[in-house]
């Protein structure tokens, strides 16, 4: 899965040229492709892609609450069901620092998202100070048991390897050491789950047009979650298109 995180970005007129000039490039299979656009242009965007027969690209939140009811301001799962969503980011390392949000409310917007037949894509990832002290993996072990401890999770979570130093940094760690870490987050995602189930890992942190395919080439590698090259609706096709060919 292919998937294009807005983050506080785009207007309305944004919406409309971003879902134009995506299906100037897009080859074939949109239907690997997801965006999350801010959750007050959700409709717009799916109004969007229905006016432009791109009804097949999922839909997603950026983040989600853990419930619904007396919480001002919070957007529920239901709401995002409600809205033709099929996915929502949790845990991403912005909502993480700038929200002071912890792997315990992670889990229980993940338990909730579950309940509503909505997919998780959990973020995960090491600061740039755990990947110079080699705490990466123990940094993502204690990340993934403390989301995901004894639940049943759905075939297709999606995890989302993101080191903070690799976002919107243009630095990458290597292809091969991707590989790597994706490949011990699926062990540790089936390990730690009560049903056993090994997830798709996709990775995020200064993905672009071109340096994409030396990513999808990873057999761990199972996508990729985009920020800054995901604003331009070409180039987020072109590296679509590369994940296609790839799979
Ligand atoms: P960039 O692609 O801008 O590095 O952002 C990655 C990210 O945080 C996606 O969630």
Redesign the pocket.
């Known amino acids: 899965m292919i998937?294009a995180?807005f983050?506080s970005n785009g207007s309305k007129e944004m919406i409309d040229c971003w879902v134009k000039d995506f299906k100037s490039q897009i080859q074939d299979n949109v239907a690997s492709v997801g965006v999350?656009p801010p959750h007050i242009y959700i409709d717009k965007f799916y109004k969007s892609i229905s006016q432009n027969d791109l009804e097949n690209i999922k839909i997603g939140a950026?983040d989600v609450g853990a419930g619904s009811g007396p919480n001002t301001g919070s957007i529920s799962s239901a709401m995002l069901s409600d809205l033709n969503c099929n996915f929502s980011?949790v845990g991403?390392?912005?909502r993480r620092k700038n929200f002071k949000e912890d792997n315990a409310l992670i889990k229980q917007k993940i338990e909730n998202l579950i309940s509503f037949k909505l997919t998780p894509v959990l973020?995960v990832g090491e600061s740039l100070s755990d990947f110079e002290e080699k705490k990466t993996y123990t940094t993502i072990r204690m990340q993934l048991e403390e989301c995901l401890k004894n639940i049943s999770i759905p075939e297709d979570i999606i995890i989302?390897y993101?080191p903070l130093w690799?976002?919107?940094?243009?630095k990458t760690p290597s292809p091969n050491d991707v590989n790597q870490i994706n490949e011990y987050i699926k062990d540790v995602v089936q390990s730690t789950t009560s049903n056993n189930y090994t997830p798709k890992v996709c990775y995020?942190?200064?993905?672009?047009v071109e340096n994409a395919g030396s990513f999808f080439k990873c057999s761990n590698v199972d996508g990729a979650?985009?920020?800054?090259?995901?604003l331009d609706g070409k180039k987020f096709a072109l590296i679509a298109n590369k994940f296609n060919r790839n799979n």
């Open positions: 998937i995180n983050k999350a950026q980011i991403h390392s912005e973020c989302a993101e690799a976002i919107g940094s243009g995020g942190g200064s993905v672009n979650l985009i920020g800054g090259a995901s």
